[in-house]
């Protein structure tokens, strides 16, 4: 049973750019939760989605930052026009319907913007 | 609101000593869970532990340790004769309220000396 899986692992982009990151749940999961984590910091939670749904996304900042976790297919996180302050490791957890409170994550996507 | 506090940024011990990682919780709500996880210098985040507010009960799991006490809301971690693989940094998170985000503490970085 694989584990979450994120790509891709190191994305480097220039300022303006698009960053795509990908994340596909563990199997038979149907939450998906994005966090980031600023060099030297703890984890902040961004969006909690389930399929084709976006249930809590109180962490995300206002504007150029978006997500989806469609029917088929991984969750996807987008940021349009990437600045440095965009840099950070982004991960992706998921965990089942049952209702158990125990999120796995994956190895983490780590963006730098030049 | 929810908040974690892990007052140790960085511990160093010696190999085979025992060491002890603090936790400090703060939440108004009744049911919660507690968690640890592990980040080694790869970056991913390995699950080390899940507790619920019901269950005081104190776990071991061969060298690791945690001591729960709603009473002065702490989950503190312990590891027993230490290896130069317990190196990484250690987050102490909780989910609360019902809801699905996990908020982290900003982790606290271990070193095991040889």
């Known amino acids: 049973n694989a584990g979450v899986m994120q790509n891709p692992r190191h994305l480097v982009r220039r300022r303006g750019q698009e960053a795509r990151l990908r994340c596909s749940p563990m199997k038979g999961h149907s939450h998906v939760y994005w966090y980031r984590q600023l060099p030297e910091e703890g984890l902040k939670f961004m969006v909690y989605l389930q399929k084709e749904n976006i249930i809590d996304e109180s962490g995300m900042p206002k504007e150029r930052f978006s997500a989806e976790f469609p029917k088929e297919g991984p969750s996807i996180l987008r940021i349009q026009q990437v600045v440095r302050g965009d840099s950070a490791a982004y991960f992706c957890a998921s965990s089942p319907p049952s209702g158990e409170n125990i999120q796995y994550f994956g190895a983490g996507t780590r963006l730098s913007v030049l | 609101a929810q908040k974690v506090t892990q007052a140790q940024t960085e511990i160093s011990v010696v190999e085979k000593e025992d060491v002890t990682l603090d936790c400090v919780y703060e939440t108004r709500d009744t049911t919660y869970y507690l968690f640890w996880y592990k980040q080694p210098p790869s970056g991913e985040l390995v699950f080390l532990i899940r507790?619920?507010?019901?269950?005081?009960q104190n776990e071991i799991s061969g060298r690791y340790s945690w001591n729960f006490q709603k009473s002065t809301s702490s989950f503190n971690f312990t590891i027993t004769a230490s290896q130069v693989v317990d190196s990484a940094v250690y987050f102490c998170?909780?989910?609360?309220?019902?809801?699905?985000?996990?908020?982290f503490g900003t982790g606290t970085k271990l070193q095991v000396i040889p």
């Open positions: 507790r619920n507010s019901f269950d005081e």
């Open positions: 998170a909780l989910i609360s309220g019902g809801y699905q985000k996990v908020t």
